[in-house]
């Protein structure tokens, strides 16, 4: 373990030393990544606390409650540790990005104007990435998801899918295929009806071997 001087904090940090330094400064990357990395445990933790059931669901991580339509800010850095020790992590890189919530948790915390500054940043990032989420589709307007249950590395789909519904079965189990938007790229509103065409000589059971549901 290498202990590391954050000096522009005035702060330091245990880090192990392949984790690398710590940025001074979070810049607009940084911190889209770390806030949609930690937003992930954040809507987890949010469900847990709903969904308590005994000590299975124990988490001791404090959280003030939110929903999808208004997600959590600048507070998602408060209590960071207790955030990221609520479950294992099993990402390749959690290591990596916990480090980087670590180090803007500590840049909300040095100052008033440093707070006020995260939090007018999150705003268009938070914006940005719920737009993300539902509407970023293929040219023909479906979202495939293929790697629920584990994301591995990619947190920013881990988050989408705990954004959109907490938690999704392995790709052995079933593959999701997710309509977003219609033909005039339209988000799909639940008032209306919709119609699906398909060529003669290309209808779903020429190509799909399985049960749709």
């Keep these: 373990m290498n202990r ?32 949609i990395y930690l937003l992930g445990r954040a809507l987890t933790i949010r469900q847990e606390h709903i969904d308590r059931r005994g000590d299975r669901f124990a988490c001791n991580a404090a959280i003030t409650m939110f929903n999808n339509a208004d997600l959590i800010g600048v507070d998602i850095f408060d209590d960071v540790d207790a ?42 990032i938070i914006s940005q990435f719920k737009e993300d989420a539902f509407t970023k589709t293929s040219p023909n307007h479906w979202l495939c ?12 789909r881990r988050t989408a899918v705990n954004f959109a519904g907490i938690w999704a079965n392995g790709p052995s189990e079933v593959v999701y295929f997710i309509g977003t938007r219609d033909a005039n790229e339209r988000p799909l509103n639940g008032s209306n009806s919709y119609v699906m065409h398909f060529p003669a000589d290309k209808l779903p059971d020429s190509v799909v071997d399985a049960i749709g549901r």
């Excluded at 990402?91 to 995260?118: F, G, L, T």
Aim: aromatic residues 6%; glycine residues 6%.
């Design 4 to 35: 590391i001087a954050f000096a522009t904090l005035g702060v330091s940090a245990i880090t192990a030393s392949a984790w690398g330094q710590m940025p001074a400064k979070p810049d607009e990357r940084t911190l889209s990544d770390t806030y």
């Design 83 to 124: 955030k990221l020790s609520s479950a294992l992590d099993v990402a390749p890189n959690a290591a990596e990005m916990q480090q980087k919530v670590r180090a803007i948790a500590a840049y909300v915390a040095s100052s008033k104007e440093a707070h006020a500054a995260i939090d007018a940043q999150l705003r268009g």
């Design 145 to 156: 998801a293929s790697t629920g249950g584990n994301c591995g590395a990619q947190y920013r």
